[in-house]
């Protein structure tokens, strides 16, 4: 899986093999589940998000393939700000034993291609202000 990156999957077609997660132990989640690699080269913005759901699927996002590394989790979203660099996995898992097709979607919303660079843009000095003087005019009759 990669930045930017939407996957349709169906949690049917995974195993179960966890049934908790660290960060989210009051959550049981003894349906099947499907895993996924996303790598970040760069500190990296990151939102998950799930769609087109049929089942009561969750989100868990773990810095290890052991659910003990879980360091995210959300119903159906989570986001994170400033994520380093390195591999993570993605899991969609069955809440209460729920399993059915899922549409999964990655964003990573400040990681440019290229770093930016500011530019110095010139900016004009405004000339100063003229000074009009007026001059009262006596008209005679």
């Known amino acids: 899986m990669a930045c930017d990156q939407n996957v349709a999957g169906d949690t049917r077609q995974g195993e179960s093999r966890v049934s908790s997660y660290g960060c989210a132990p009051f959550w049981p989640q003894p349906g099947p589940e499907q895993l996924y690699l996303l790598t970040l080269d760069t500190v990296t913005d990151l939102d998950l998000m799930l769609a087109d759901l049929s089942a009561d699927l969750d989100l868990f996002l773990l810095s290890s393939p052991n659910p003990s590394a879980c360091i995210a989790h959300g119903d159906t ?18 809440f209460a034993g729920a399993a059915g097709p ?18 110095p843009t010139p900016t004009p000095t405004p000339a100063p202000p003229s000074h009009q003087l007026f001059v009262p005019l006596f008209f005679r009759r």
């Open 102 to 119: 899922y549409r999964l979607q990655a964003w990573c919303p400040l990681a440019p291609s290229t770093p930016l660079t500011p530019t």
């Open 77 to 94: 979203f989570i986001s994170l700000r400033g994520l380093a660099p390195g591999a993570y996995y993605v899991v969609v898992d069955g």
